[in-house]
């Protein structure tokens, strides 16, 4: 019996090793305040350490999580104004999903949210709380977690992250409800409020299909059958096409490229050969800025 109880706990301490239960993310913050005339620099620090806790050591989602299987993210904070504890900044995030059988970390889309405005005195804990928001920062960078989630999801099964966009859905609302500065609905470039309502429409769900595409059946698959994977590729940017750049839907699309335009080239200039003329007069289309790159695809 002794010997059992001494397996028992032994296994338990090692599972504890290889899994947590709290930890969706392996983040990297970054706060720069080089904008900022400001001597005391040791704010920014605070805030930089505080978040990359908080990314890290918060249970959003309430899964079992292998270390392996925690969303990598880069989050780059610019700060352009400070006083009082008052800060306005834009922010850029960017999450990656390891690719089946491979070292490799696919990037998977940029998201850039030009102004944001919240207060932040040092020290005061950042926590998540589902049922109520008293930060503005809190709810900001809960907001953004969901959203990563729900998009690390949308790759592994059709619409899979449907579930986790209804979690930031609810920070929407706690953050409307509470006044927080841009929460509310406007005709700016970008918009936290239209941004998600297409995520959570039937709108987004071609844009849903080709990620599945994209790295289900092609990154996924690269390892085993390189041809069959660049077919499916192309077929995902196919269904980007179809979902269109106009109007609300210019933020995913160029999200999506801004993360994968330069491992889409790569992709296409070796490997085994595929008719490519139709990708490249679509990615042409959808993302002109790149056209650089594309010009490399024969």
Known sequence: MRDLKKTFFLFMFLSGLFFSF???FKAYVQVDA?????????IFQNLENQLTEFMNNTSFSGRKMAASERIAINIYLNISNYQDNSFEGSLQIQSSRPIYQTNYESPLVLIKDPAIVFNYQEFTPLVLNEN????????VFSFYAWVLIALDADTYAFNGG???YRKAQNVLGMAQANGFPGWTLNNKTFNKPLFLNLLVSSESL????????YHLNGLDKMYGDPLKAKTEIIKAISYIQSFGNNGTHR?????FFDAKAKEIQELFVAGPNVDTKGLVKSLQTLAPLFGNYWSDIK
């Open 162 to 164: 449907d579930y986790y």
């Open 132 to 139: 109520r928001v008293d930060s503005n920062l809190v709810a």
């Open 206 to 213: 071609m844009f849903k299909k080709a990620l599945y595409e």
């Open 22 to 24: 709290s930890q969706d």
């Open 34 to 42: 080089t904008r900022v005339n400001q001597s005391n620099t040791v």
């Open 251 to 255: 933020t995913l699309v160029q999200g």
